[in-house]
């Protein structure tokens, strides 16, 4: 199946660092999910963005959905700690049947500078 | 609370056996589905339920097979037909996405399945 093209796949963070990460694809997609995801437990939902240029934030979090629809960002701004983990972007290409199945990118670990 | 239990979290297997992962959800969602992730991969669908009693094969439907008697209840059997069954196993479910509806979909906490 397809997969999205999610970079970096890996970065180490210093605390209160600035943190960006991508998603790209080559088909549109109507919905953008950004999720993270601890060792050994299932993703929690972060983001949701569903138009087109729409800017959303969620504390630290802010996401993008490109103008083209066929890439996404997230930014954590002043990473602490606790944002280790593994971060996922999701797209749906419509609404209903397979349409509205998601597509994972492959994710990127954030972890903390030795 | 509502919310998406899976059960077991770890679960082991011999090979050559047929085991069967729980999902339950009491969010009154419609769709659910069931997803595998493999170590630095990302999610892949295995089959997705839209409403009681239909289901759909996703993208590594092969050694699988599932049941949708329940709105609350989507199990995943692993058959012996499954050659690498070893992964992490994640239940989702969503309101069913039609024109207007936002289809986002909630992960339960996963199943962790060892063929020994």
């Known amino acids: 199946g397809q997969q999205l093209n999610q970079s970096p796949q890996s970065m180490f963070i210093q605390e209160g660092e600035d943190v960006s990460m991508n998603c790209t694809s080559s088909?549109?997609?109507?919905?953008w999910l950004w999720y993270k995801q601890d060792p050994g437990e299932g993703p929690v939902l972060l983001i949701a963005?569903?138009?087109?240029?729409e800017l959303t934030s969620n504390g630290r979090l802010t996401a993008q959905f490109g103008i083209t629809r066929k890439d996404s960002f997230l930014n954590i701004s002043a990473s602490i700690p606790s944002d280790v983990g593994i971060y996922f972007c999701?797209?749906?290409?419509?609404?209903?049947?397979?349409?509205?199945?998601?597509?994972f990118g492959k994710g990127t670990k954030l972890s903390v500078k030795p | 609370d509502g919310g998406i239990t899976q059960s077991p979290k770890y679960l082991f297997r011999k090979e050559g056996q047929n085991v069967t992962l729980s999902c339950e959800q009491n969010?009154?969602?419609?769709?659910m589905y069931w997803y595998r992730q493999d170590p630095g991969q990302g999610l892949r669908l295995i089959y997705y339920?839209?409403?009681?009693?239909?289901?759909q094969k996703g993208d590594i439907a092969e050694g699988y097979s599932v049941s949708r008697e329940k709105k609350e209840s989507f199990p995943l059997t692993v058959t012996s037909a499954q050659k690498n069954p070893t992964a992490f196993y994640l239940c989702?479910?969503?309101?069913?996405?039609?024109?207007?509806?936002?289809?986002?979909?909630?992960f339960g906490p996963g199943t962790r399945l060892t063929v020994l």
């Open positions: 989702a479910s969503s309101i069913p996405g039609q024109r207007g509806y936002r289809d986002t979909q909630y």
């Open positions: 088909s549109i997609f109507n919905t």
């Open positions: 963005l569903y138009k087109a240029g």
């Open positions: 999701a797209g749906q290409r419509g609404y209903g049947g397979s349409q509205g199945n998601l597509i």
């Open positions: 969010l009154n969602h419609d769709a």
């Open positions: 339920s839209q409403i009681v009693n239909d289901f």
